[in-house]
Structure formats: C-alpha cells, structure tokens
C-alpha cells in the first residue's frame, strides 16, 4: 500500500514556541491531506483538510491562526502549532488517499508535548 | 451528516475467545465502512473496508466484518483471540459520493487479551 510519513514522531517543546509536523507521502502523490488531533484514550476528531496549493479547510471550532498549515506541494503538507500551550498536546496523525484505493493511509503520528 | 458508534470502549477476552466489537452508523448516502487498529503511539492500519462489494469483508489478521444495512451495523469479529490482538480499534465511515478519504471515527474500543 502507499506509504504516509510523518515527522517528528515526537517532540517536547516550551510553552509559547512553535512547532512544524510534517506529513509527506512517499510514493504517490497526495492534492488533498487530513490532518486529526487525538487526545489521550479518545478517538481521532478531524482538525482540518489540507488542499495543494489553496487554503486549508477548518473544522468547526479549530483555530486556524493557531494550527497552520501549509500544502505547498504534491507530496508535503505541514501542520505547525503557534505559540504552544500545555493544552495542545496531544497526538496528531496525518493522512492521505493515494487516488487509486478506497482508503487513507495514515502517517505514524507524532506526540507533541508542550511544557 | 455521518456518525459512527461504537458500543463498548473496552472489551476483555481470554486468549482463544471470540472478538466481537460492535459498531453501529448513520449516514445518508451509501457509506464507506473501515476498520483500523492502533497500538500505543503509533498511527492507524487498516484491518479491512467496506466499500458496496461483497457484504462479509475479510481483513488481516484474521478478523472479518459483515455490513447489514438493515440494521446500519458493520461488527468486527474474530473467531480466537491472541495476545497480539491487544490494542484499540476505531470505525470508521466516509461518504462513497465525495471524499472518501475523509473519515468520521467512532470513539475507539480497546481490546484486552487476558492470558
């Protein structure tokens, strides 16, 4: 199957910093990624979807100045949290369609913790 | 709008048991149905789908899953549990008319395979 790599896998960082997960496939190309926030022993809710070349499309009560993201090209798109609070740690998991199966493949998900 | 429940966030089970999770949807178009597993700190793979084919998917691992419309359920089941079966599995469901690799998940079950 297409493979979704996402990096770091984990990451601590200081309250009132930024951090970039990056979120590339590796063997297709990707117009259109997803990008899901799961907090601790809960499912994974929709953050946003991340259009190549255009803005990305917020879910409902997901600040888009806070979590920004970038698909600048075919196989990349970047999620970065803007001045970091405990509150955003969580575990964000990117995906993808490859355009040919009917499913997504996820990314290995990275763990941000902001202290 | 879609929604998946999943009715049980934990289930426990002797090793060689029966595996039934259970998760009933909604949705008003004809649904995608998938199946992941996710162990601790890592992303999401797919068990098995649903996708308007044949109505008993057979996944990896051994686990299966039948699609009854009558009754909007798509239940996860394997005939014996091991150990290695220990993790936590999401539903999810996608709109086979637009994007189907945006997913709505259920909540989660975790599974325990007790020795």
């Known amino acids: 199957g297409a493979v979704v790599s996402q990096h770091p896998s984990r990451v601590i960082c200081k309250s009132g910093t930024s951090v970039k997960i990056e979120c590339r496939s590796l063997?297709?190309?990707?117009?259109?990624m997803f990008w899901y926030r799961q907090f601790p022993k809960q499912s994974l809710m929709l953050m946003a979807t991340s259009n190549e070349g255009s803005k990305a499309t917020y879910e409902q009560g997901v600040e888009k100045d806070k979590f920004l993201i970038n698909h600048a090209s075919l196989t990349l798109s970047t999620l970065t949290v803007t001045s970091a609070h405990p509150e955003d740690s969580s575990f964000y998991i990117c995906?993808?369609?490859?355009?040919?199966?009917?499913?997504?493949?996820f990314g290995q998900g990275t763990r941000l913790t902001v202290v | 709008a879609q929604s998946v429940t999943q009715l049980g966030s934990h289930v426990s089970v002797s090793e060689g048991a029966l595996v039934l999770l259970r998760c009933n949807y909604s949705?008003?178009?004809?649904?995608?149905l998938f199946w992941y597993v996710q162990y601790p700190n890592q992303g999401l793979q797919l068990l098995l789908k649903y996708t308007s084919a044949a109505t008993l998917v057979k996944g990896i691992n051994g686990f299966e899953a039948e699609f009854k419309k009558s009754e909007t359920s798509f239940h996860l089941t394997k005939p014996s549990a091991h150990m290695s079966d220990a993790a936590e599995y999401f539903c999810a469901v996608s709109y086979s008319g637009g994007s189907n690799y945006k997913l709505t998940f259920g909540k989660g079950t975790l599974l325990t395979v007790n020795p």
């Open positions: 063997d297709f190309q990707a117009t259109t």
């Open positions: 995906s993808a369609g490859d355009g040919y199966n009917t499913e997504a493949f």
């Open positions: 949705s008003s178009v004809p649904p995608y």
